[in-house]
């Protein structure tokens, strides 16, 4: 009757979360960005656009292009900057380039379009330490380098106009490594690699002095930066749309340069950097310390958020797991079935598990976030009930059975009591668990202290991390005292209950 209960609670609670969602969905303008500088001040720059005219939300930082466009398609946001060799190359996989008008006829089916030419290009290219005079000065040349160590961000090396087709077309026969954006400038300057991608537009180009290869062979396209949104966002919000188009031509490419700049080597933060583009704000505002960061406006909105994954999925996961857990106790031959089953779950990288979800679900942030949670808490929780149940001693069940309690009776009135402490240790891990991994959902903007993680990735920010990191481990340690008291109120009753 009580897990009945719970369940019924825990559906409810579900119930109410989509009806809450769709009920903003409808009146709230999203607007995306992916996860580096230029595209969070971007973000920032069209919320603060629409602003006067419509209420608007920025869901920064969510990821890749694969994952910031399923969320456009989906309806999870409704605009984001993007680049025009993006969605040639990478969206609609043209293999020569296409004009404007042939991929806004391509992109109608799917209820998309792009427009709003904001006015500079940020392009690939590949750069190298420029302290080196020996270095090479064209990309044809890196082929006849093969000992060039090449560090190159995820998305380009997976990307349709990336590392695949840059080295067919230069005949490069490096093998790169997978390194952060954000960080692979300080590995270059340490030596630690020796070639890197960038964008053109990136202030530590000339902070550190690099090199930019000449791409003598025209492989990479434009990547005119423009608005990729959703024809219904146009008519929707027709004031707010009509704002953003005054930013066509507005941007240049020096101005996106010393934005980055400021954000990047300045330290100043992502939304008075727009303000000060738009003439909205003080340009003097600077990036706080590691205590005002911590302590921040967005503390609170962020431990809402982290919390309510992690109790979600924690108690989505006692639910199913505890169920699983006495089926594989009581039904030997599935046991093994059950927990090889929950035990590959749990080996699944999450930011796969993530993007496989996303396209399944078709949208990013709570459910994607909370489905993953889920799957991962289940193991210990299948594994610590059926172990509780296991070492049940046996004369209890035969003094249960000489009693005359049926099955169920004996189940709920003996073997779950008494197995209790076990399981409830199996709730702690999964609990503490979650609380680490929850921070993913940032990056499919679902929210929590990953939000500045992902942020202080992005910038190389040590202080921005640190404000992330930090809360999540202290919430991590407050689930596991709380759950350590819960266990020391239980062995305390079991104690004072009369024999």
Request: with cysteine; proline share 5%; hydrophobic share 50%.
């Amino acid at each position: 009757m009580l897990c009945s209960r719970s369940a019924r609670s825990f559906v409810a609670l579900i119930a109410l979360l989509a009806l809450s969602a769709a009920a903003h969905a409808a009146d709230v303008l999203h607007i995306g960005s992916k996860r580096f500088t230029e595209s969070y001040i971007l973000g920032e720059i069209l919320l603060q656009t629409v602003a006067p005219h419509a209420r608007a939300e920025h869901r920064q930082g969510l990821g890749n292009t694969a994952i910031v466009f399923e969320a456009l398609k989906s309806g999870a946001i409704d605009v984001y900057p993007e680049y025009l060799g993006t969605i040639d190359q990478e969206i609609l996989k043209h293999g020569t380039p296409a004009s404007l008008e042939q991929i806004n006829r391509e992109l109608a089916p799917l209820g998309l379009g792009a427009a709003v030419p904001l006015g500079f290009s940020n392009g690939y290219a590949l750069a190298m330490r420029g302290s080196d005079a020996n270095a090479p000065r064209t990309l044809s040349e890196l082929a006849d380098r093969p000992q060039l160590r090449f560090g190159l961000s995820h998305e380009f090396l997976g990307r349709a106009d990336g590392w695949p087709g840059l080295a067919r077309r230069y005949g490069l026969p490096q093998q790169p490594q997978g390194l952060d954006h954000g960080i692979a400038y300080e590995a270059l300057a340490h030596g630690q690699i020796d070639v890197i991608d960038i964008y053109s537009t990136d202030a530590k180009i000339r902070q550190y002095g690099l090199r930019v290869l000449n791409d003598d062979r025209h492989y990479f396209p434009s990547y005119e930066a423009v608005l990729l949104y959703r024809l219904d966002a146009a008519q929707r919000f027709p004031q707010a749309w009509q704002a953003l188009q005054g930013l066509a031509g507005r941007i240049k490419e020096q101005d996106m340069i010393a934005m980055n700049a400021q954000a990047e080597l300045e330290g100043k933060p992502f939304a008075a950097i727009a303000a000060q583009f738009l003439g909205n704000g003080a340009s003097d505002r600077r990036a706080a310390g590691l205590r005002a960061r911590l302590f921040g406006d967005d503390l609170w909105r962020l431990t809402r958020q982290h919390v309510a994954l992690v109790v979600l999925a924690v108690v989505a996961a006692a639910l199913i797991g505890i169920p699983l857990g006495v089926l594989a106790a009581r039904v030997r031959p599935l046991q093994q079935g059950v927990m090889a089953v929950v035990g590959v779950l749990q080996t699944i990288p999450s930011l796969a598990l993530l993007a496989m979800l996303i396209p399944l679900l078709g949208r990013i942030g709570l459910w994607p976030a909370l489905i993953a949670l889920f799957l991962y808490a289940l193991l210990p929780v299948v594994r610590n009930t059926t172990t509780g149940l296991e070492q049940i001693p046996s004369g209890l069940r035969e003094a249960a059975l000489a009693l005359g309690l049926t099955s169920r009776d004996r189940l709920l009135y003996i073997d779950l009591p008494l197995a209790l402490p076990v399981i409830l240790a199996g709730l702690k891990t999964a609990a503490v668990m979650s609380v680490g991994t929850a921070t993913i959902a940032a990056f499919i903007g679902a929210g929590g202290y990953g939000e500045r993680i992902a942020t202080g990735l992005a910038l190389n920010d040590n202080d921005m991390l640190l404000a992330g990191a930090i809360p999540a481990a202290v919430l991590a340690l407050v689930t596991q005292v709380a759950f350590e008291f819960a266990e020391r109120l239980l062995a305390r009753r079991y104690h004072r209950s009369p024999a």
